[in-house]
């Protein structure tokens, strides 16, 4: 069955520097997501990308975030100058452009400690 | 409360046991989904049903909803150790984003 997968499972940083999530979604999936769940708390959206663009973004996607799709299989997230507050596991999701009723399918998150 | 809360936030039952958790929300939806989360581990899609559905199966799964009341359950019926996990529900009003609750964390005991 495809899955969304996500690299790396965990990345430490130090406070300041600059990280990249990167995750493949499934392939011939068109909407992908960014979430993010601090540690005990509840999982909160991000960001939606669809054709390219930025279809929707929540108030906590200030400048420091940013995505990409590199190619034709790679979606990233990039904060460019991460703090103590951004330490969360962060999930990315896809879902199919047609399908009804609208699953998403979520991959196995990136755990970020920011140091 | 915000969108997606649940209740109880913790269960603690015996094996064999149901288990009922309950969803509360307080926008109009497109769906309502429920995933399960191991310890630290990623999102696993149990089920999902939509706004004109009252009941859904899928194997131990029940899930209802009654967007009158702007409300869900998950009934997970002769539970296993195996199914001690963190349960969230998430809304989904236009198709886009979904909206997590708090979670609801069950332990089965054995």
């Known amino acids: 069955e495809p899955e969304v997968t996500q690299t790396p499972s965990h990345q430490v940083t130090q406070m300041g520097q600059e990280v990249i999530l990167r995750c493949v979604p499934i392939?011939?999936?068109?909407?992908f997501y960014w979430y993010r769940q601090i540690l005990g708390q509840k999982v909160e959206f991000l960001v939606s990308f669809y054709n390219n663009e930025i279809s929707e973004k929540s108030e906590i996607f200030d400048d420091q975030f940013s995505v990409e799709r590199p190619d034709g299989s790679n979606f990233t997230l990039k904060i460019r100058s991460t703090k103590l507050e951004d330490s969360a596991m962060y999930f990315c999701?896809?879902?199919?452009?047609?399908?009804?009723?609208?699953?998403?399918?979520f991959g196995p998150g990136t755990r970020l400690t920011v140091t | 409360s915000q969108q997606g809360e649940e209740d109880p936030q913790a269960l603690s039952i015996q094996e064999g046991e149901n288990a009922t958790m309950n969803c509360s929300y307080k926008?109009?939806?497109?769906?309502l989904q429920w995933y399960r989360q191991n310890s630290g581990r990623g999102l696993v899609h149990l089920i999902l049903?939509?706004?004109?559905?009252r009941e859904k199966h899928s194997g131990r799964l029940r899930v209802t909803l009654d967007t009158s009341k702007k409300s869900s359950s998950l009934l997970i019926t002769a539970s296993r150790a195996a199914d001690t996990a963190s349960y969230f529900c998430?809304?989904?009003?236009?198709?886009?984003?979904?909206?997590f609750g708090a979670g609801t964390i069950l332990r089965v005991k054995s």
């Open positions: 999701a896809s879902r199919d452009v047609v399908a009804d009723p609208y699953e998403q399918y």
């Open positions: 998430a809304t989904d009003r236009y198709g886009n984003k979904l909206v």
């Open positions: 926008t109009s939806i497109n769906n």
């Open positions: 392939s011939n999936h068109l909407y």
């Open positions: 049903i939509r706004s004109n559905e």
